[in-house]
Nanobody
Framework: QVQLVESGGGLVPPGGSLRLSCAAS????????SSWYRQAPGKERELVAS????????NYADAVKGRFTISRDNAKNTVYLQMNSLKPEDTAMYYC?????????????WGHGTQVTVSS
């Protein structure tokens, strides 16, 4: 059974840091790229950062460049999002996604999310 389980969210004051983790199971994680998305109340889900299966290419949303870092450990089947200098506008539910190709078709698996709240 495919599972992606996010953890590490919480309440943090502005300027603080959090590290999110997403543990994968039930599929060959190292064959899939990974991404973090977020969705704030009343807004559409948006892409935050992406990393390829081998960790070689990184993409970030303009709003988080220089503050967030995506990384992965294929030996642990885990992708991370280090978030520094957090701002109130970073408040959202954060989701991880694994994406790839299976039987020549694009596939994507989602986690259930972890809440990040930035507030004093």
């Amino acid at each position: 059974q495919v599972q992606l389980v996010e953890s590490g969210g919480g309440l943090v004051p502005p300027g603080g840091s959090l590290r999110l983790s997403c543990a994968a199971s039930g599929f060959t994680f190292s064959n899939y790229g990974s991404s973090w998305y977020r969705q704030a109340p009343g807004k559409e889900r948006e892409l935050v950062a992406s990393i390829t299966s081998a960790g070689g290419t990184l993409n970030y949303a303009d709003a988080v460049k220089g503050r967030f870092t995506i990384s992965r450990d294929n030996a642990k089947n885990t992708v991370y999002l280090q978030m520094n200098s957090l701002k109130p506008e970073d408040t959202a539910m954060y989701y991880c996604k694994a994406w790839g190709v299976l039987d020549r078709r694009p596939v994507g698996y989602w986690g259930h999310g972890t809440q990040v709240t930035v507030s004093s």
